[in-house]
């Protein structure tokens, strides 16, 4: 059996104070950094060939913390913002609340949650998808059918996206698709590259 790990990040300075955050590079919050060390505990036992991550920083530290830990720091790192987090645009830095005050509850769901709406000058979950899938066409596929166990540390849209294609949700069921911080989703694939299943660590 292939095994691929998805890890979303710690939680991040911007997560704690409730930001957008985006491509903003932010380091993980100090609870963010106790996460990233209990995705490593609870991976003890893993074995990885290799692992992919964005260029931002708490999604790299998050994977430093966690090779660390199981031991494995020697394994190629492929770093590509392909999978960094959506682009908030204008909402970046902006706190979610007072945003939600100002344009109203369901505009910032949607602008957060939705499948193709855009927040002002950023990124729709669609257009990061179509980032992410050409990446994991190109880089990451083709390595599981090799026979590879993955790592992958990302983002909650990074990895919502990814999610969304491996299983088969609509633009109606993403919508309520959250990704916690620093848990490991663990994907079991067979030789072709099919998703045959997939548990929360």
């Known amino acids: 059996m292939i095994l691929v790990v998805l890890l979303r990040h710690g939680e991040s300075q911007w997560n704690l104070e409730n930001r957008f955050t985006g491509w903003t590079d932010i380091p993980l919050s100090q609870k963010g950094i106790e996460?990233?060390?209990?995705?490593?505990?609870?991976?003890?036992?893993y074995t990885f060939d290799c692992a992919f991550t964005s260029v931002l920083k708490r999604?790299?530290?998050t994977l430093d913390i966690v090779l660390e830990?199981?031991?494995?720091?020697?394994?190629?790192?492929?770093?590509?913002?392909?999978?960094?987090?959506?682009?908030?645009?204008?909402?970046?830095?902006?706190?979610?609340?007072?945003?939600?005050?100002?344009?109203?509850?369901?505009?910032?769901?949607?602008?957060?949650?939705?499948?193709d709406v855009r927040p002002p000058n950023g990124e729709s979950l669609k257009d990061?998808?179509?980032?992410?899938?050409?990446?994991?066409?190109?880089?990451?596929?083709?390595?599981?059918?090799?026979?590879?166990?993955?790592l992958i540390s990302a983002h909650g849209n990074s990895l919502r996206a990814l999610v969304m294609h491996l299983n088969n949700l609509s633009q109606?069921?993403?919508?309520?698709?959250?990704?916690?911080?620093?848990?490991?989703?663990?994907y079991e694939f067979d030789n072709t590259g099919k998703s045959l299943s997939n548990k929360y660590l």
């Open 35 to 45: 996460e990233a060390r209990a995705a490593g505990e609870k991976l003890k036992g």
């Open 59 to 61: 999604a790299i530290d």
């Open 69 to 115: 830990i199981i031991g494995q720091k020697n394994i190629p790192i492929d770093y590509n913002q392909a999978l960094n987090e959506r682009h908030y645009g204008d909402l970046q830095g902006l706190n979610k609340a007072e945003t939600a005050k100002k344009y109203g509850d369901a505009q910032v769901k949607l602008w957060r949650r939705s499948f």
């Open 128 to 150: 990061t998808a179509d980032r992410v899938m050409p990446h994991w066409e190109k880089k990451i596929l083709p390595r599981i059918v090799k026979g590879d166990q993955i």
């Open 172 to 186: 109606e069921e993403v919508l309520e698709l959250n990704i916690p911080t620093g848990v490991p989703l663990v």
